[in-house]
């Protein structure tokens, strides 16, 4: 008896989830070397992987570079609300420091109140010994893709 098409297909079919895409080309995520690991209905999951040149003179993660990552997470869960082609601006963003982010970092973050033409979020960063490093919150404005369109 030969197995059915739908048993072969699970048996063959890879158990992994696909991997999340970025929602938007930004040079500075490639150069900082942020991973996507997670974009879904306004949530987001962004982890960066400890190099010395991202840290501060103690060797932890620089808070410039924490606060990169934040907005990073903060305008992908948006993106992830919107048409492809809208735009997507950084309004204001406010950071509370908690305690040092060491080694790999992770970046959750959240939108806590869609509107049509701004949203608010929040974001946690946690340092790779699991402590919260990094509160945010921030607000972005939702651009027309005619904003993109106008020549210089």
């Not at 048996?11 to 080309?25: E, I, K, L, N, V």
Request: hydrophobic residues 40%; glycine residues 8%; aromatic residues 6%.
């Amino acid at each position: 008896m030969q197995p059915s098409l739908n048993y072969l297909t699970i048996m063959t079919a890879d158990p992994r989830p696909a991997p999340a895409q970025w929602r938007s080309t930004v040079p500075l995520y490639i150069h900082l070397g942020f991973e996507l690991d997670a974009l879904d209905d306004g949530k987001s999951e962004v982890r960066l992987r400890f190099q010395p040149h991202l840290g501060n003179s103690r060797g932890e993660v620089h808070g410039g570079t924490v606060a990169a990552i934040v907005d990073a997470a903060m305008s992908q869960a948006v993106r992830s609300l919107v048409d492809r082609e809208m735009g997507v601006a950084t309004m204001t963003m406010n950071l509370s420091y908690l305690a040092p982010a060491k080694g790999e970092i992770i970046c959750r973050g959240v939108v806590v109140k869609r509107g049509r033409s701004i949203m608010f979020t929040g974001a946690e960063v946690f340092g790779e010994d699991g402590v919260l490093a990094c509160s945010a919150s921030a607000s972005y404005r939702i651009l027309p893709k005619t904003v993109y369109d106008k020549k210089p």
